[in-house]
């Protein structure tokens, strides 16, 4: 039922009108004609019949006076956070899966429960488990009512020791989508605590986030190649990476029954060693090559002949075979320009540096590659940034698959995607893993991390799926935004829902679930006293 202006001539009149169907069509009946709108508003009819009405509009009511402060306001509690990405939860498998395998340890407490939400307290806050209960105080997450912070220690715990069987009743919960993989990305990282680390896995290694001072561990990631997590795994920190990869793909292999499967790393894999491993086991392989350090790249792949063929936006590439071992050299003209023209700028930079102090160039990082000492004498090495500019928007791929050179090269600029990946990883573990005794929870709390990600990469390729481009930091925001209030009118209680903001509605969607309803009477039973 709704109102409607209906013209006649030159006059309009208001009308009460429904819809009703009838068979097949629906078509509008008239209730009644209150009257021209222009003798009603200057009666002030119009605005006396919507004070009559509005008091049998409840839903009207209530908003009206809440927003003039008229009503007693009680609790406040963010629901957005778990309305969304509960459905997630649900659609990847994680509840029934860790529902399952909790079952049998019999815990006092909703391990699940409590898992689910460290998960969404690291997707919007990070933090330590003492802050994700904390958290819990002004966001609804069923059944975490009665959790406090051993309860969120022990899940820790069980859920480094059992990391493995989740992972894997998670594959096989969504088997379809990896049944054809054909690709997988594996890079690695390291991620640094204070403390100990553990029993074993706090050590001291090669620090990608440059803090050799402190104890790490090595994380590993294996993506498929729609950028899906499928498995991590956690290192000592002295581990090296050239030691990860051909044990991983073996695990994998064996783990989740991948058949055939291509394994796309950086150059930080590709040595000797490996490249021998995984040609003796007969997996396949797409690895970056360290250009400078290599002999064969250096002087044989970069100084062989012949046309590139572009294969993509900014891509050329070019195969080169030297005695059966298969090289892509690949080039990217945009890349090349930027390299070029920041040497320039160094050694720019550089010529103004020398005549003013040169020996005290000699340590800095930037400008050392460019410089020869000859005796007391410091100048510009000429051949030195000649060599250099060989290597201008190049980069070197060795594979023993049977894909073409445009897909090997193109394929391994998605390893972009494990890149990305640690980004948001080390994001969510903002405030890292502090004075844990056991590895099983430092492993767990990197888990945490994990199960967050392969959330976030569903929610995006549904908002992909409907061609919604969204900043994560708007999804965050507007679904943070999102609460019920509890509010009194009389003897009776309601739970008013704020105003959909933003992105937030989008997402809703996207997650398959349903928009709240903008006000709801809470049932005598529930009340509160």
């Keep these: 039922m709704f109102i409607r202006v209906k013209k006649s001539d030159s006059y309009r009149y208001l009308q009460i009108v429904q819809n009703r169907r009838e068979g097949a069509r629906v078509v509008q009946e008239v209730i009644a004609t209150l009257g021209r709108v222009e003798k009603l508003q200057a009666g002030g009819d119009i605005d006396a019949l919507t004070r009559s009405l509005s008091r049998f509009a409840v839903k009207v009511r209530i908003v009206g006076e809440h927003r003039a402060k008229a009503l007693e306001a009680g609790s406040v509690i963010k629901t957005g956070p778990a309305l969304a990405f509960g459905r997630l939860w649900e659609q990847v498998g994680a509840d029934r899966v860790i529902s399952g395998l909790a079952g049998g340890r019999r815990f006092s407490f909703p391990a699940e429960r409590i898992i689910f939400g460290s998960v969404l307290h690291r997707l919007f806050e990070s933090g330590s488990d003492r802050s994700a209960e904390k958290w819990f105080r002004d966001v609804k997450v069923e059944g975490l009512e009665d959790a406090s912070l051993h309860h969120y220690y022990r899940a820790m715990r069980w859920l480094g020791e059992t990391k493995d069987e989740i992972e894997e009743k998670l594959y096989h919960h969504s088997r379809d989508l990896f049944s054809q993989a054909s690709l997988a990305f594996f890079d690695t990282t390291s991620f640094y605590f204070y403390g100990r680390g553990g029993e074993t896995l706090g050590r001291y290694g090669h620090s990608k986030d440059h803090r050799p001072d402190l104890r790490q561990a090595v994380v590993g990631a294996v993506l498929t190649e729609k950028g899906r997590p499928l498995s991590c795994e956690i290192y000592p ?27 796309v790393s950086d150059s930080g894999m590709a040595s000797e060693g490996v490249i021998d491993s995984l040609e003796a086991r007969k997996l396949e392989y797409i690895l970056g090559c360290r250009m400078r350090r290599v002999k064969e790249v250096r002087e044989e792949v970069l100084g062989r002949g012949g046309r590139y063929r572009e294969v993509a936006e900014n891509l050329l590439v070019k195969e080169v075979q030297i005695e059966g071992r298969r090289y892509i050299l690949c080039h990217n003209p945009e890349q090349a320009k930027k390299d070029t023209a920041d040497r320039a700028s160094i050694l720019e930079a550089l010529e103004e540096a020398l005549s003013k102090n040169a020996k005290g160039l000699i340590g800095n990082k930037g400008y050392r590659r460019y410089v020869k000492i000859e005796r007391e004498t410091v100048r510009i090495d000429e051949e030195a940034a000649k060599e250099d500019a ?14 073409s050179a445009e897909e090997v090269a193109v394929q391994y600029k998605r390893l972009l995607l494990v890149e990305q990946f640690f980004r948001a990883a080390k994001s969510l573990l903002e405030t890292r893993p502090v004075y844990h005794k056991y590895d099983a929870t430092i492993r767990g709390h990197i888990f945490v991390s994990f199960l967050a990600l392969l959330l976030r990469h569903e929610l995006e ?69």
């Design 237 to 263: 920190g002295n581990n090296a990476d050239a030691k990860s990869l051909v044990p991983e793909a073996e695990r994998m292999s064996s783990r989740f029954g991948l058949k055939r499967v291509c394994w």
């Design 390 to 403: 060989r290597y201008d928007g190049k980069f070197v791929l060795r594979t023993n698959s049977l894909l």
């Design 461 to 529: 390729e549904r908002l992909k799926s409907r061609s919604w481009k969204l900043e994560w930091a708007d999804v965050i925001r507007d679904l943070g935004s999102l609460y019920e209030v509890e509010v009194r009118e009389g003897a009776e209680l309601y739970l008013l829902r704020s105003e959909l903001r933003g992105v937030c509605g989008k997402v809703l969607q996207a997650a398959g679930v349903a928009i709240p309803l903008a006000l709801k009477q809470i049932e005598c039973s529930a009340k509160k006293v």
